[in-house]
DNA sequence: GTTCCGCATGAATCGATAG
DNA sequence: ACTATCGATTCATGCGGAA
């Protein structure tokens, strides 16, 4: 098994790509930026009507570090600003298309135990947007990686192949329907859909990651293969590091907070012995 | 029991709303306009470019004709269009703010039953946007109307089923529509959150709704009190007033194609025997 | 009267083919 | 080159008939 690189680097992001990495470096880009008006201290509060301009360059640098058969997921979600649902967001999409960014899709991160909470006016917000970017029409999509168990309702299916379709393939032999049964046949996962769901991992109280280890693990599963190459430039407690080191990927970190930073060098490096009785062997 | 008026026209939106309707006459807009570069033959088949100019006069009208304490409901999603989401709901957002919408929320529509399909780049798309603008921060909101049943009764349901069945179904609890309210009767509830989980009502031969009654009837207990007023300027095959008048709620459905316009006055009118009956009485 | 089972039917999208 | 049409792909649901 070949070992892969494990790089938690700190420091600005902006900065620390410009210095250390080529073009077209990365396979995969999974990240949740810092939300407007939260980590207050360490990226001086970005206001919300400011977040569009202080994220443009950044995501200006990622479409230059991602390769062009890449893919770039953004989870991130507006706030309610003054009652309203606030628009920087949506204004960030529009921009990034204008760098050249593809808005391919948008995945929803259905969120089962979400922050509890009860307004006047609204309900818990138990989703969040994750945005799918890529620079061309061709990017690289593993989509048997991620199949999901069928339901119910194939048992029923399973039964009637063995009696009505089977005379129905053979006799419509070459058209193409043939095969389609044999597809249904000994299948038992089918695709997933563009709604993920996924539970927040509330319980750790020695690193709060934005995400769960499933959500990059998802894409990662879907959108590299062993040894690519994934970045997140706001890895925090170290998440996405984690979760591709463990799948055989290289992957690199960058976080600003130092506490954070050597939370996600220390989660890193207990992977470590695990590697060396492989290599052992 | 108050009886309540249920309107169906044919024609226009823009125009029969102009000619019929004061300001500030309902407490809920709930429809879903016709997406782009569908219903072609009704409609001029809008063009995704062009969608934001088709609809942005009517949302106009619809921002005069209802109470400054009530509430518009708009069901939309993006078509992929070269392998891209297209931005015209987006824009059509920022669009509607100009013209003083305030955009307090978005639900997430999580279709279980979506169109089947495979593809190399993405997956079915499961959910649409259902969009909330009022025209000013205080809206009437009824949030004891619409609690769902938490708790054992829940888990008790979910031990019922599979192992397989757990990981697709395990978001039976989050919002329990088309539930028997009466099993809910010395539950525990809780509110909902902004994730609405609601199959299509695809079977039904006689009249394919695009949304299912469930929906409308939410949003319904949600923003309004019996006797209320509620529009659906895009009524189709006349759901939304279907349900209006079960909730006993004063309802206008506009509809332009005939052929729906006469399935929607024939849905209502079998309703009428039951009204006669309580007014009997 | 229930429960079970087969079947048609969706706000879809892509790639190829035709004009 | 650019637009319009068509075939292939795919799965959860409600309905109706059967057991």
């Known amino acids: 098994m070949e070992t892969v690189n494990t790089d938690i680097y700190q ?12 073009d077209n470096t990365f396979d995969l880009i999974v990240t949740s930026p810092p939300y407007a008006d939260s980590r207050s201290k360490t990226y001086g509060g ?13 995501s200006n640098e990622l479409l230059r570090v991602l390769k062009p058969d890449g893919t770039f997921i953004l ?37 089962k135990n979400c922050h509890p909470g009860k307004w006047p006016n609204r309900f818990r917000d138990a989703w969040e947007r994750l945005l799918q970017f890529n620079k061309s029409k061709k990017f690289n999509m593993y989509q048997e990686e991620v199949r999901v168990p069928v339901g119910e309702w194939a048992n029923n299916r399973l039964k009637k192949l063995n009696a ?3 005379i129905r ?15 249904w046949l000994g299948r038992n996962t089918v695709y997933p859909t563009n709604v993920l769901l996924m539970a ?31 970045l997140d430039p706001f890895v925090g407690s170290g998440t996405t590091c984690e979760v591709a080191q463990e799948m055989n990927r290289n992957s690199v970190g960058i976080e600003i907070l130092s506490e954070n930073y050597e939370l996600a060098k220390s989660r890193i490096s207990q992977f470590q012995p695990k590697l060396f009785e492989e290599k052992a062997e």
Chains 1, 2 share one sequence.
């Not at 206001?47 to 301009?53: E, I, T």
């Not at 649902?85 to 990034?96: C, D, N, Q």
Request: hydrophobic share 35%.
């Open 164 to 166: 009505t379709d089977r």
């Open 169 to 183: 393939d053979n006799a419509k032999n070459d058209s193409g329907f043939g095969k389609n049964v044999s597809n």
């Open 200 to 230: 927040t991992e509330c319980g750790n109280r020695r690193h709060s990651a934005v995400f769960p280890k499933s959500l990059p693990e998802w894409f990662i599963k879907l959108f590299t293969k062993e040894c690519d190459w994934v």
């Open 11 to 22: 420091g600005d992001c902006l900065e620390i790509l410009h210095d250390n990495f080529d």
């Open 75 to 111: 989870d991130i979600k507006e706030k309610a600003v003054n009652g309203e649902r606030h628009t920087y967001v949506i204004e960030l999409i529009l921009e990034m298309r204008k760098q050249g960014w593809l808005w391919t899709e948008e995945f929803i991160w259905h969120k």
């Open 46 to 58: 970005i206001k919300p009507d400011n977040y569009v301009k202080w994220f443009s360059p950044i």
